[in-house]
């Protein structure tokens, strides 16, 4: 009996291109949300589609790496409360399932998410 190294998520939704169109219906829904919706006006859509899809590939196993200080330097002058946070997770999970991901593996990959809290939530956040 072989030993098989588990499937990333990122491999076994289909990759880049997956991951792609699923943070595009993110943003979308994301850009009519009135709790989160302010962060993305006067924001250069296309780069940040770019630049999150590579973040999620990198948080379900995908090439793409971010360091944590990158993360953290990106997200500091935004003042993200914890409120706001569970919000974007929320819309994230549901672009997940619109895409096909089932409930199981949305909870691994909000879980991954969910690591990325301190860093992105404002250090004086509510």
């Avoid at 499937?7 to 989160?36: P, W």
């Avoid at 006006?41 to 296309?46: S, T």
């Avoid at 549901?94 to 404002?122: C, F, N, P, W, Y």
Wanted: proline share 2%.
């Amino acid at each position: 009996m072989g030993f098989r190294v588990a499937q990333t998520l990122y491999d076994k939704y289909g990759g880049f291109k997956t991951i792609s169109r699923v943070v595009m219906t993110f943003y979308e829904m994301a850009l009519d949300s009135d709790d989160i919706g302010h962060y993305f006006e006067d924001i250069d859509m296309p780069r940040l589609i770019d630049h999150q899809t590579k973040f999620v590939s990198s948080l379900i196993g995908g090439p793409a790496s971010f360091s944590d200080d990158r993360i953290e330097a990106v997200h500091r002058h935004l003042s993200i409360s914890h409120d706001e946070f569970d919000v974007m997770a929320e819309l994230f999970g549901e672009a997940l399932s619109v895409h096909g991901m089932s409930d199981q593996d949305i909870k691994t990959a909000l879980a991954a998410i969910e690591g990325k809290r301190s860093i992105i939530v404002a250090r004086n956040a509510a």
